[in-house]
C-alpha cells in the first residue's frame, strides 16, 4: 500500500507507507522504492511511515526489505513519523541501526526498550579443592 507523497508530514517526494501493511505488499513496495530513487538524489531517502500505528512483524520485515532494496543501489532509506510502537519493534528485533528513524543522524528512539547484554561481573573463586570419588576413573 503506497502512494506518492500526499500526508503534510512526509518530507517532499517521500515514500508513504501505508497500514495494514502484508507481505504481498513488499515487491510493490520495493518497485516503488526503485521508481522513487532513480528520479530523486537524496540520501537517506525519505520513508513517511506515520500510518504504521500498529506494526507487526510483517511491517518490520517490509522496511527491512526496502532498506535492502536502496543499498543494493549504494542508498539508504530514513523512516520518518515513526511510532512510537515501532521504534519499540525495531529496537527490540536489532534492526535500529539498521532502518533508522527521525530526520538525521542525531534522532534519538526516545523511550525504547533496551534489549543489550552487559558482561556478567563474577567474584573471583580461591582455593577451590577438588574433591575425587573413590570410583571416578582417571581419563
Avoid at 46 to 74: F, K, M, N, W, Y
Wanted: negative net charge; glycine residues 8%.
Amino acid at each position: 500500500m503506497v502512494a506518492p507523497s500526499e500526508t503534510p508530514t512526509a518530507p517532499p517526494g517521500a515514500l508513504i507507507v501505508y497500514a495494514p501493511l502484508v507481505r504481498a505488499d513488499v515487491p510493490g513496495l520495493c518497485t516503488r522504492l526503485l521508481t522513487l530513487l532513480s528520479g530523486d538524489p537524496a540520501d537517506p531517502f525519505p520513508c513517511d511511515v506515520s500510518a504504521l500505528t500498529r506494526p507487526d512483524l510483517a511491517a518490520i520485515e517490509a522496511l527491512a526489505r526496502l532498506q535492502l532494496t536502496a543499498r543494493g543501489l549504494h542508498r539508504r532509506i530514513r523512516l520518518h513519523s515513526a511510532s512510537g510502537e515501532l521504534c519499540d519493534l525495531l529496537t527490540l528485533t536489532g534492526l535500529d541501526s539498521i532502518v533508522p528513524t527521525g530526520p538525521g543522524p542525531a534522532a534519538t528512539l526516545g523511550p525504547g526498550i533496551q534489549c543489550r547484554r552487559e558482561t556478567e561481573q563474577r567474584e573471583q573463586v580461591r582455593d577451590v579443592e577438588e574433591r575425587v570419588e573413590a570410583d571416578d576413573l582417571p581419563l
